[in-house]
């Protein structure tokens, strides 16, 4: 089984030549509605007589109940409009990664420190995972959000924990930990606009330089309670 659900609709996969036995994604990645799926799966993989849900026989028999059928055709609809014309397509991935590259340089002009997690020319095109330095990006998150920038702190799976994929990449050490822990993600769409990243970079740079603000604050708080109590 391959998980790709971060690149279903923004590549052309063939199941075929990769020689998966099924592969899955998610239409909220490419502009479909959310809480439905896609599952590919090779002839021959899937066996109704072991699947763990039974009754009506929908889904080839392979999961009982009701269909979303709305849901489905929505997301058949947006999958063909991301893919169906491979000039556009080509046309888009370029105009995307401009945009990406353009945000990330301006945030590592502006951050000093800044960190950026994995490759950022041979993965996603996309997507940036970048790490503050001494900040917190769940506070980062939530300060850019009120300036009406959505980013993330971690994945949608795994909510309010810590990164398995950076504590694998970067180990257990009390940097690693400090590097997670200011760690945000940023993903782009080919609807998005060149002004758009760039307010989103402004506001983000604020956010950050916000967060060290308050926590210098709380540092002198502490040092000051700290005095008390001597």
Known sequence: HTDATQMMGKYYLHP??????????SAHKFHGPRGVGILYAREGVINP???TMTGGGQERGCRSGTENVPAIYGAAIAFDNMMDDVSRWE????RVKTLRDTMMETLRRSVPGLIVNGDPYNGLY???SISFPNAHGHAICAYANKGGVAIGSGSACSKGKPSETLQA???DSDVATKIIHGTVRISL???NTASQCSMAVDIIIRAWRATLDENREEMKRMEQRTKKQR
Request: no cysteine; net charge negative; hydrophobic share 40%.
């Open 189 to 191: 769409s080919h609807l």
């Open 49 to 51: 007589s072991a699947t």
């Open 16 to 25: 075929e030549r990769l020689g998966v036995d099924l592969m899955t994604g």
């Open 169 to 171: 990449m970067l180990g």
């Open 126 to 128: 996309n997507t940036m």
């Open 91 to 94: 046309e888009r991935v370029t």
